[in-house]
């Protein structure tokens, strides 16, 4: 059976009832028979049915053993990062998520956890930071903004070999393009937010757990934490879910031919895509933020916005808005330079997008260039 067929069956009839749809339980608490006793629930933060469900359907799709859903990408990796103690260390990609760098710099590191950051296309780079208290090894691939893919099997031997924890990052791929715990990877986050919620209508988090004793670990924090997705929430990523490979596989058709388009303009200097999905990053021959910001500010079906992953074009300027809390330095080094811009490609028509981002590019040149090229001669590409 093809993957979307078996996602799609392994969301179950309501047996109740026979909704085709999730239930929505909409319950803070479930009432027990006698102390202790109850239909498996007890209260909405340890358990909830419709979370449940949608823990079960991710758990499947990422073939992990134990999923559990979080009220953002963040709390999700936050669950992860507490399996560690005062003391560890972690191995994170560079050029990480802002998020991500600001949660282990601003909140971990006065806990005593320590991060390096190393280029994770560079194998040797990874040995190299390995010390006696290294736990964890932080991976996201492709990456964020500049989408640079690593080699997830090759990182997991790695981490076996020094036992290591190896958890993946898997937002910008998908569990459709990429299932890291198959390639060796102890543990896989979602930001929902993005591709599989997939209508910028919801922020939530996923931690899938290969081990079952790990899985239970990350369900203990879940719940002593208490940053759970709430029951409409847990609704929304099952809806989001349905149409996952069919969003996926028209994002990837559409970026495709924004990417195709990028590269054969003068005004782009490099485009950074990796074949598939929807993000779509490139930078301007012009490298510097006025430049850009022109740009972000001329596009108009291309909302500015951070996120992606959504139904709507996004465009975002990653060095002052997602990675703003990046040290520049650090940034820079990264390949986020000024001029580098975003694009979240949704599902409009592909030539409408192009012809877009080609009006964008004229309401910007327009003073300092005299290039004019008809739209019509861009509907070939
Ligand atoms: C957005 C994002 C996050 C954070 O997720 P939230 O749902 O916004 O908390 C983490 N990792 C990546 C790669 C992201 O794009």
Known sequence: MQATTQLLHSIPVDAQ??????PIYQTSTFVQEAPGVNKGFDYSRTN????????????KLEKGSVAAAFSSGLAAIDAVIKLLESGDE??????IYGGAFRLFEKVYKKFG???SYVDMTDLSAIHR?????TKLIWLETPTNPTLKVADIRAIAAIARRYKLLFAVDNTFASP???QPLLLGADLVVHSATKFIGGH???IAG???AKDPEIGQQIKFYQNACGAVLGPFDSFLLIRGLETLHIRLKQHTETASRVAAYLKNHPEVGEVFYPGFGGVVSFRLKKDSSAAALRFVGATKLFHLAESLGGVKSLVSHPASMTHKTVDPEQRKAAGVTDGLIRLSVGLEDATDLVNDLEDAFQAVGEKSSSRKKTKTALLSI
């Not at 930071?129 to 208290?133: D, E, G, N, R």
């Open 17 to 22: 009832t026979g909704a085709i749809a999730v």
């Open 206 to 208: 996923l931690v899938i």
């Open 113 to 115: 956890i320590r991060v």
């Open 129 to 133: 930071a390995i010390t006696l208290k």
């Open 176 to 178: 459709v393009y990429q």
């Open 200 to 202: 910028s209508d919801v």
């Open 48 to 59: 909830n049915p419709t979370r449940q469900e949608l823990e079960k359907i991710v758990a």
């Open 90 to 95: 972690i191995i994170a990609v560079n050029d």
